[in-house]
């Protein structure tokens, strides 16, 4: 059964122990995360992503209600490693000049790939968990 995104972040509260607990835990005001409990305001992508660190839940699931609620895990530095490939060649191949040349992104995919690069292994799942989700039109 498919819900809301106030349902699915109620659900959140239910796998931390208490409302109190994920605000305190994702760093985000009470007063605040009510407002997300109740359909006020949506959170912004990074208040999700701290919301799906503390929950361990996907960030797919949490945006869409789609797919496991439970956030893939990466198990060592070599799924780690393949992860990254995979995101840097997502965003790579999206823009690619004809005959083999550098790959030439446009800003808002530097910005998205340098905000991954930059990110800790469990924001990266985030990312990594939205690219996989994702369907990207290729240009060539």
Not at 40 to 48: C, D, G, M, V, Y
């Amino acid at each position: 059964m498919k819900t809301d995104l106030p349902a699915r972040l109620r659900r959140c509260v239910d796998l931390v122990g208490s409302g109190d607990k994920l605000a305190r835990e994702a760093n985000i005001p009470r007063s605040t995360l009510e407002t997300y409990l109740t359909g006020k305001a949506e959170p912004k992508a990074s208040r999700l992503a701290d919301i799906c660190r503390v929950c361990g839940v996907s960030g797919h699931w949490l945006l869409t209600g789609d797919g496991d609620m439970a956030r893939p895990a990466l198990h060592d530095e070599a799924d780690l490693a393949r992860a990254i490939d995979k995101i840097n060649a997502t965003f790579t191949g999206v823009r690619t000049k004809q005959q083999g040349n550098d790959a030439e992104l446009t800003a808002p995919e530097r910005k998205v790939l340098s905000g991954f690069r930059a990110a800790g292994p469990e924001r990266r799942e985030i990312f990594l968990d939205l690219a996989a989700t994702t369907k990207v039109d290729r240009v060539a």
